[in-house]
């Protein structure tokens, strides 16, 4: 499959900004998705980006692509402890079929 | 809202046993995926289908088998189980072109 990288772990204070980054190999990707997963639970679509946009934003989260560089981020502002879960990067190709990075487990401290 | 339903939350099954995964969509949605989740790999596609009796290899299929005669349920079968087969199986289902819905996962121990 494609190749979705994501770094494992990011540790932020209750209140401050959180940062994730996801960088993929696709070049043909329709969409890209983020996703949150929270213990013991399936995933949960947070929010998408079609390729052919620069930023999204929604509530407290914005998404920036970086099309070129092949490189997603997810800001979350205000991060709650609430927050606190892993959240997927994940792009799809045409055929719908989707490629998921390893996780990027996020903990809140508060 | 979407429903994915997953029979199960958590199997243990020993080693050998014929193991069936049942999945159940409720939106009329055309795919439908398996995947395992283990800690560090992140998601791995088993297989997927786009419509009913048709399936595909996803990335790691070996051991696995599917079963898709109804739109809505798609079975995931482990014909033999085996220990390295121990992980967390999540269903997802999507319509055309939108992203998926998953359900809340099936925590598998084959002993």
């Known amino acids: 499959g494609e190749d979705v990288e994501q770094s494992l772990f990011l540790s932020v204070r209750e209140g401050d900004s959180s940062v994730i980054n996801c960088t993929y190999t696709d070049s043909s990707s329709t969409y890209l998705y983020w996703y949150k997963q929270e213990p013991g639970a399936g995933l949960q679509l947070l929010t998408y980006?079609?390729?052919?946009?620069d930023m999204k934003q929604d509530q407290r989260l914005t998404v920036l692509l970086n099309k070129k560089d092949k490189h997603l981020s997810l800001r979350i502002a205000d991060t709650q402890t609430g927050d606190s879960a892993i959240y997927f990067c994940?792009?799809?190709?045409?055929?719908?079929?989707?490629?998921f990075g390893s996780g990027t487990k996020l903990n809140v401290k508060p | 809202d979407v429903k994915v339903t997953q029979s199960s939350r958590y199997l243990v099954k020993r080693t050998g046993e014929k193991v069936f995964l049942e999945c159940v969509q409720d939106?009329?949605?055309?795919?439908m995926f398996w995947y395992r989740q283990d800690p560090g790999l992140g998601l791995r596609l088993i297989y997927f289908s786009y419509d009913v009796k048709m399936k595909e290899k996803g990335d790691i299929p070996e051991g696995y088998s599917v079963s898709r005669e109804k739109k809505e349920r798609f079975s995931l079968i482990l014909e033999s189980a085996s220990t390295n087969q121990t992980s967390m199986y999540l269903c997802?289902?999507?319509?055309?072109?939108?992203?998926?819905?998953f359900g809340s996962g099936t925590r598998l121990t084959v002993v």
């Open positions: 939106m009329d949605h055309e795919n």
């Open positions: 997802a289902s999507s319509p055309q072109g939108y992203g998926y819905t």
């Open positions: 980006i079609f390729s052919n946009m």
């Open positions: 994940a792009e799809s190709d045409n055929f719908n079929k989707f490629y």
